[in-house]
């Protein structure tokens, strides 16, 4: 704290026996040099730093106050050094560290009583690694949204500089519906059954992506539907027309798939 010199001016007295007493000095103000301001608790931290794997701890923050304190008037935050914790990706948990923030208050920063909190909300968002010479295998209409993948011509490259990475498997490839057309958009799967799998000690830092020209794309036939039974022509009197009605409520299509309609 700091020992200040006030001046506190414009005194009246009231109450009922006010008129029986007056200010010494014959003055309405007061004067002293025993104020006293305290410098004001201030914790700093950063605002969420998103950024995608580079293997570095570098982390591009913008300081602010953070639980319950604050800056006062037109006092402001500049500066700082920030960094994560460790460079692997993660979402929202990641750990970015805060320091040498210059505190922009007229005195020097003497105002505040600094003290620095972890961003402990940040991310680092997975690193693409691209593959080439991926092809996905044209086949019938099956009720399926799956597809095959060949991946014997398949090269990768976007890692970064001193990382072990590479694929695994291929797995399989995913289609936005079942229905049947051509030129149909394939994704990689990511997780569950038929994901691709990376490995290598910074495989975690990796999500898979196509390269090359547009997207890795397949063509699904339609399904042949090879004879239809159950069949029945309703009886009629002559009408001199070769037209008939037919039942199909019992028709039974040999190579539908169960649950289709």
Not at 101 to 111: F, R, S
């Amino acid at each position: 704290f700091y020992s200040m010199g006030y001046t506190v001016s414009g005194i009246t007295l009231n109450g009922t026996d006010a008129a029986n007493y007056y200010l010494s000095g014959g003055s309405n103000s007061l004067t002293g040099s025993d104020g006293v301001i305290t410098a004001a608790a201030l914790k700093i931290t950063t605002s969420d730093v998103n950024k995608t794997y580079d293997r570095s701890l570098g982390a591009q923050g913008v300081a602010q106050a953070t639980q319950g304190t604050q800056l006062f008037g037109s006092d402001a935050l500049s500066g700082g050094t920030f960094a994560f914790t460790n460079w692997n990706a993660g979402a929202g948990n990641k750990v970015v560290t805060v320091s040498g923030v210059t505190l922009n208050d007229g005195n020097g920063g003497a105002n505040y009583v600094v003290s620095y909190v972890d961003n402990t909300t940040s991310t680092i968002n997975k690193a693409n690694l691209s593959i080439t010479g991926v092809t996905a295998t044209d086949r019938t209409y099956n009720g399926l949204t799956t597809v095959a993948l060949d991946a014997t011509n398949a090269t990768i490259s976007g890692a970064v500089s001193g990382d072990t990475v590479g694929v695994q498997s291929i797995g399989s490839g995913a289609m936005a519906d079942k229905n049947a057309g051509t030129g149909k958009t394939v994704s990689f799967i990511t997780s569950g059954s038929g994901a691709y799998v990376l490995n290598g000690t910074d495989a975690g830092n990796y999500q898979l992506v196509t390269s090359g020209n547009g997207p890795l794309t397949v063509n699904i036939a339609k399904a042949d539907i090879t004879a239809i039974s159950g069949l029945t022509a309703a009886d009629k009197i002559y009408d001199k027309t070769t037209s008939a009605t037919l039942t199909t409520g019992a028709a039974v299509f040999a190579g539908k798939l169960n649950g289709d309609v």
